[in-house]
């Protein structure tokens, strides 16, 4: 994810959530999701 954001500019990824599922007996699934964004510091 973060090589993901880095390749579209993004210096941080935010809004971060995993999601697991059973696809079958013995098999599951790990999805991991965010939003790439260009963080800046106030001021």
Same mark, same amino acid.
């Given at each position: ?6 390749? %579209?500019?993004?210096? =941080? ?5 995993? *999601?697991?599922?059973?696809? %079958?007996?013995?098999? =599951? ?5 965010? *939003? ?8």
């Amino acid at each position: 994810m973060r090589a993901e954001a880095l390749a %579209m500019g993004a210096n =941080a990824v935010v809004g971060v959530r995993f *999601t697991t599922s059973s696809v %079958m007996q013995g098999a =599951a699934e790990i999805l991991a999701y965010g *939003t790439a964004v260009v963080a800046e510091p106030e001021g």
